[in-house]
């Protein structure tokens, strides 16, 4: 819970949060990951016996979204221009 937590309220650039995380349980997700995700026998095997797994995934353009967060902010009361 204390790596979600600091993950989804850490600062970052901009404040534009371009870090997403997704906590992996469904054992069929996971024999896909293992699968497809380009991992040696031995971490294929632990992420099939893990209880869960983390993947953390990057927004690579963080900047696209910037009108939307404005837009967001704009509704919200907490951004004037």
Known sequence: ?????????SPSGFNLQPTHMLLLRCPNIKATLSKHAMLGFGNQYRTNDASAIAVFCADLEPSKRIDRIFAMERESGTRED
Not at 1 to 9: C, K, N, P, S
């Open 1 to 9: 819970r204390d790596v979600l937590h600091m993950t989804l309220t």
